[in-house]
């Protein structure tokens, strides 16, 4: 395994450094002045920098860069895509610029992979072009979601229609004003032998009848404006039957799919994270001084800078570790090390930014660094895409299946 960077994945990564450091974060308090804030998502606005910014991108061909496909993306490969993410997870508007952004990434392929040719005409086509955004249907607040087969939604085919019913939440960018377009996931066979085919995924036009926003769901006080995590309820929904992806039954086959290379998207982005705080910790504690000597050197804080670089190294690894084998033994052989980096990605961020946070004193936990937000993003992760304990349990029992 050689983790070395290519010539052309080091190309990529100038293109995207040079991109996000002269474009982007001279624009970041463009982007949060042209924001409107609060709860109400419907007052909630696109900034007119983001469509900016994106174009610009799309222009210079940094675009779709995390689809391994030469047509619909730009056909690079994990191990090429991780180190650029990483780039993106340092500043917070930079994957949507890129078009490169949860949940889209994650609905994007899912529609490459199983779409049937007029859904990737209506959606895909749209969607890669950044013309609109999207939404993942699956959470839901009745039942325990870490155990997908509790879902109690349902998507029950009546004749030439699919008929959806049920309430989701934790739905992301369902807020966004350019969001049109849904992924559910539901029950569709309630009484069927394998407990595996019994749901299917639909797609679901946000302004179809029975479609409802019931409100948006701030994490750690912030709302994230202007995607948001929404409650959405599903009543009576009616939609052809030509909307469901690839025929009833196969929403956990899809969701697998789906939810790999989601699952280690998030990962890259959180080592970019965990070095943006290790920097931030260590400018600070170099700049600021007490009991004569500088706050980098006092008590244990070079344990602790020492110690965030140590685990940074030891995530990029595993992270590396699990893209390089998406790409040579496909998703399924990499399964434990992809939930592996799940849980250590995360935490290790997590752990960083509570240093760094420590080390600002107040500065830290107030709105003048992003270290408070990013510790509310990050802490969310924990639980997005499987929550650590089934990402362990997994891993635990592949790990055993060797011995038996």
């Given at each position: 395994?050689?983790?070395?960077?290519?010539?052309?994945?080091?190309?990529?990564?100038?293109?995207?450094?040079?991109?996000?450091?002269?474009?982007?974060?001279?624009?970041?308090?463009?982007?949060?002045?042209?924001?409107?804030?609060?709860?109400?998502?419907?007052?909630?606005?696109?900034?007119?920098?983001?469509?900016?910014?994106?174009?610009?991108?799309?222009?210079?061909?940094?675009?779709?860069?995390?689809?391994?496909?030469?047509?619909?993306?730009?056909?690079?490969?994990?191990?090429?895509?991780?180190?650029?993410?990483?780039?993106?997870?340092?500043?917070?508007?930079?994957?949507?610029?890129?078009?490169?952004?949860?949940?889209?990434?994650?609905?994007?392929?899912?529609?490459?992979?199983?779409?049937?040719?007029?859904?990737?005409?209506?959606?895909?086509?749209?969607?890669?072009?950044?013309?609109?955004?999207?939404?993942?249907?699956?959470?839901?607040?009745?039942?325990?979601?870490?155990?997908?087969?509790?879902?109690?939604?349902?998507?029950?085919?009546?004749?030439?229609?699919?008929?959806?019913?049920?309430?989701?939440?934790?739905?992301?960018?369902?807020?966004?004003?350019?969001?049109?377009?849904?992924?559910?996931?539901?029950?569709?066979?309630?009484?069927?032998?394998?407990?595996?085919?019994?749901?299917?995924?639909?797609?679901?036009?946000?302004?179809?009848?029975?479609?409802?926003?019931?409100?948006?769901?701030?994490?750690?006080?912030?709302?994230?404006?202007?995607?948001?995590?929404?409650?959405?309820?599903?009543?009576?929904?009616?939609?052809?039957?030509?909307?469901i992806i690839a025929g009833p039954g196969r929403g956990f086959e899809i969701a697998q799919g789906r939810l790999g290379p989601g699952?280690?998207?998030?990962?890259?982005?959180?080592?970019?994270?965990?070095?943006?705080?290790?920097?931030?910790?260590?400018?600070?504690?170099?700049?600021?001084?007490?009991?004569?000597?500088?706050?980098?050197?006092?008590?244990?804080?070079?344990?602790?800078?020492?110690?965030?670089?140590?685990?940074?190294?030891?995530?990029?690894?595993?992270?590396?570790?699990?893209?390089?084998?998406?790409?040579?033994?496909?998703?399924?052989?990499?399964?434990?090390?992809?939930?592996?980096?799940?849980?250590?990605?995360?935490?290790?961020?997590?752990?960083?930014?509570?240093?760094a946070i420590q080390i600002h004193g107040g500065m830290g936990v107030s709105n003048d660094t992003e270290l408070a937000y990013l510790?509310?993003?990050?802490?969310?992760?924990?639980?997005?895409?499987?929550?650590?304990?089934?990402?362990?349990?997994?891993?635990?029992?592949?790990?055993?299946?060797?011995?038996?």
């Open positions: 395994m050689d983790f070395g960077y290519s010539a052309k994945t080091r190309e990529w990564m100038k293109r995207v450094g040079d991109f996000i450091d002269n474009r982007i974060i001279p624009a970041s308090e463009k982007f949060e002045e042209q924001l409107v804030k609060g709860p109400d998502f419907r007052n909630w606005v696109q900034p007119e920098i983001m469509e900016q910014l994106k174009a610009e991108a799309k222009a210079e061909g940094l675009w779709n860069m995390f689809l391994p496909d030469n047509e619909y993306g730009a056909g690079l490969t994990n191990l090429q895509y991780a180190p650029l993410a990483e780039l993106m997870g340092r500043e917070r508007h930079a994957p949507e610029v890129f078009n490169c952004n949860a949940p889209d990434t994650g609905n994007m392929e899912l529609l490459w992979k199983y779409g049937s040719e007029e859904q990737k005409e209506q959606w895909l086509k749209p969607l890669l072009a950044g013309d609109i955004r999207s939404v993942f249907f699956m959470t839901e607040p009745g039942v325990a979601s870490s155990d997908a087969t509790n879902m109690a939604a349902t998507c029950i085919v009546e004749g030439d229609e699919v008929v959806l019913n049920g309430c989701k939440w934790w739905s992301s960018n369902v807020g966004h004003p350019n969001a049109r377009i849904g992924i559910f996931m539901g029950v569709s066979d309630p009484l069927g032998e394998d407990r595996h085919r019994r749901h299917s995924m639909v797609l679901v036009p946000l302004d179809t009848p029975g479609v409802k926003i019931e409100r948006m769901l701030p994490v750690f006080n912030e709302y994230h404006e202007p995607e948001g995590h929404g409650e959405v309820t599903f009543n009576n929904v009616r939609l052809p039957v030509s909307n699952r280690i998207h998030h990962c890259m982005r959180t080592i970019g994270v965990a070095e943006k705080a290790l920097e931030l910790m260590c400018r600070r504690g170099l700049e600021r001084s007490a009991f004569r000597d500088s706050l980098a050197r006092l008590g244990g804080n070079p344990d602790k800078i020492a110690n965030a670089r140590t685990d940074i190294e030891m995530a990029r690894l595993l992270t590396l570790k699990a893209a390089w084998m998406m790409d040579t033994v496909g998703n399924k052989a990499a399964m434990s090390e992809i939930s592996q980096i799940k849980v250590v990605a995360p935490n290790v961020a997590l752990r960083i930014l509570d240093e510790y509310g993003a990050i802490r969310t992760l924990r639980l997005a895409d499987g929550p650590d304990e089934v990402h362990r349990s997994l891993i635990a029992r592949l790990e055993l299946k060797k011995y038996r």
